[in-house]
């Protein structure tokens, strides 16, 4: 009703405006241009365009291209990553190469669960890394210091449904030429998908 009402007060001043030239088609398109700017504009309002296919309507739809995990609650979406020397900022007190990623943490503007998101737990709860150079056993990476000193106080900060946050994470390097891969998992071990970062 009241989109009803919005509508013909939107249009009124252009129907008298119109009405004077005695040009039924050019009122005829006028209204109808008119008309098609407001309804627009009222379905823009509601999905905004940052959230458009970024989440899955349920968590077994979770899925990880190696940019973007996208889950049903919230989605982590990858912006960067690069490796970084020992000495060099973001591992200025480490004695080994990290390779650091920065993200954004997205949570769905229907998120109604009383459990917070924040944007370390986000990543520590659905990532792993591992570097493929030991032929015995599966090569885990360490999580390292915090990279980006820009994070230090937002890293563990409860995230608003609709919301998004960014942080960064680094994982210690155990050589500089086997690529990283990273796989997204639930606690339960169901894989998401995996990506291969090279290291240059």
């Not at 659905?126 to 056993?137: G, I, M, S």
């Not at 563990?156 to 990273?182: C, E, F, H, R, W």
């Amino acid at each position: 009703m009241k989109k009803s009402i919005i509508l013909g007060a939107l249009l009124l001043p252009t129907l008298l405006l119109v009405g004077c030239s005695g040009d039924k088609e050019v009122k005829k398109e006028t209204v109808k241009s008119s008309a098609e700017k407001v309804v627009k504009k009222s379905e823009e309002k509601k999905e905004p365009a940052k959230t458009q296919g970024d989440f899955v309507s349920k968590a077994s739809d979770s899925n990880f291209d190696g940019t973007m995990l996208r889950g049903n609650s919230y989605s982590v979406r990858i912006t960067s990553h690069k490796v970084i020397n020992p000495g060099e900022e973001g591992n200025e007190y480490g004695d080994k190469p990290v390779i650091a990623f920065w993200y954004d943490t997205l949570v769905s503007p229907d998120y109604k669960n009383d459990r917070p998101i924040d944007p370390m737990s986000s990543w520590i709860m659905n990532f792993k890394a591992v570097q493929d150079n030991d032929p015995n056993a599966i090569n885990e990476l360490q999580i390292a210091s915090l990279p980006d000193k820009n994070f230090l106080q937002s890293q563990m900060s409860q995230i608003k449904p609709g919301g998004t946050v960014a942080n960064a994470v680094a994982y210690y390097l155990t050589d500089t030429t086997t690529p990283v891969k990273l796989t997204a998992e639930d606690m339960m071990g169901t894989e998401y998908g995996s990506f291969e970062y090279k290291l240059n």
